[in-house]
């Protein structure tokens, strides 16, 4: 049973970072692809960042690049978000996922994930 767990949320300033973290548990499929979206009050769930478990491809969101990085430690079992340079309009609940993604043109579509943790909120204000 695919399991995912996120932390490291919290409320910062304009121009601060945060780092999120996915704890995994029972993936062992090494084709896998992971992923962060992100869901703001009163608008759909976006994907903004895109990595492939076996050889850490990464693809991200016009509005985040540059800014955030996704990453996975070397014994693949925590998936981060590195998010640097944080705007208000990033303050969203923040979501990882999982799945065997069949079409790359599909990777920012919620529905090409099965498997996915509670969220952890981010709030950028003054």
């Known amino acids: 049973q695919v399991q995912l767990v996120e932390s490291g949320g919290g409320s910062v300033q304009p121009g601060g970072s945060l780092r999120l973290s996915c704890t995994t548990s029972?993936?062992?499929?090494?084709?896998?692809?992971m992923a962060w979206f992100r869901q703001a009050p009163g608008k759909e769930r976006e994907g903004v960042a895109v990595?492939?478990?076996?050889?850490?491809?990464?693809s991200y969101v016009d509005s985040v690049k540059g800014r955030f990085t996704v990453s996975q430690d070397n014994a693949k079992t925590t998936l981060y978000l590195q998010m640097n340079s944080l705007k208000p309009e990033d303050t969203a609940v923040y979501y990882c996922?999982?799945?065997?993604?069949?079409?790359?043109?599909?990777?920012?579509?919620?529905?090409?994930?099965?498997?996915w943790g509670q969220g952890t909120q981010v709030t950028v204000t003054t």
């Open positions: 029972g993936i062992t499929r090494r084709n896998f692809y």
């Open positions: 990595l492939n478990r076996r050889d850490n491809w990464t």
């Open positions: 996922a999982a799945g065997p993604l069949v079409n790359l043109g599909y990777r920012f579509r919620e529905g090409s994930y099965a498997h």
